[in-house]
């Protein structure tokens, strides 16, 4: 069984939403149900798949010793900026060797091969961060696993932060109220299924019959990949977030209107939202706040897009180890950076952005830029 595909799984969550909706109208707690839902899913998820669910065991149990043994160590050391760091790398252990598993020689090994265990990092080292910022003082072991085992976005995100996570899980809904949440629920989960099964299908169709490599092939490749990419995952986004609805839990958006983006900063606002600020708030924000510090770099704007450049190689490495991800990564840094230069050095783009004319000229080259990126992406395009 798989997340959100095939019938036996939409079968159990028939079961399981109805179940919950007769919780919201006898206005009942939803939190032990979300638990025990979410172990139910993922042991029938993760059975089918090799050790996988040995592997996820050890990763939990890992991951929340590591989270309750920092904080003691936060409260006895403080922001020690050793001990922190070396926490967040052993929450990271997990994640490299699993992606280490890539690598042809290392295949074998099979480490922490489970699905899900990308999204499952981030929030580990959510936790671990804002508990060395003094934001987070103590994760309760059952905040810790069902943020950790929340089953709609446990495989692809989005990726939700754990006070705004553990405050829905702990609220008691009024009926109107519940019956509103799962309404909207409901109407995302049926528009993800249109992107996903009905649109995302049509343009994988299309991606079969594109076979020559000719300009216009490669072009005609490059924007249907992109439109599979976005109804693919937008699609599985939408389930996800609706069905965390429909369970009490308002997770974010994760995509809003990404084809209309101006420029390339405005596409990241809109695109995989809840990964794009992840990595604003706890890598790129953190990099320029110790650069300026420590004066690295002779001005801000240097600062800048030498962060947007290790930003995005990190999360082209963090998609995985082939070639494509990487080139993908240090595609869309450069594309950030010199949009930061551009922007804040040309008179001529102070002059004329707000003009419809400028506008649109600038969409038509973000779309452009865009869907190349997506080419880059698929593979297609070096292999």
Known sequence: MSFFTGEFFFTVFTLLMIGALILGLLQLPLKWYNLLTSALIIVLVLKDTPNALL???????VELALVKIYEKLRKKYGRNIVIYRVFVFLTLIPLIMFKLCEIDCLKDMGWFQFI???????RVVQII???????????????????????????????????????????????AEYLELYGIGLEKLFLGLVYKFVLASAFHRLLEMIVRRTFLHMTAYAYAYGLYMFFDFAGYSLMAVGTAYMLGIKVPDNFNKPFISTDMKD?????????????????????????????RFKTRLTTASVGFMINMFVMGIWHGLSIQYILYGLYHGALLALTEIYQKKSKFYKKNRKKKWYKFISWGITINLVMLGFLIFSGHLIH
């Open 55 to 61: 592997y996820f065991g050890i990763y939990f149990v």
């Open 116 to 122: 899900g265990i990308s999204y499952l990092t981030f």
């Open 267 to 295: 596409f990241w606002a809109r695109w995989h939202i809840s990964l794009s600020e992840w990595f604003r708030d706890f890598i790129f924000t953190r990099f320029i706040m110790t650069s300026m510090k420590k004066k």
């Open 129 to 175: 961060i804002e508990t060395y910022d003094g934001v987070i003082e103590k994760t309760g072991v059952l905040d810790f696993t069902v943020f950790l085992i929340f089953f709609p976005t446990f495989s692809c995100g989005p990726i939700d932060r754990s006070r705004r996570f553990t405050e829905d899980f702990e609220k008691k809904y009024e009926r």
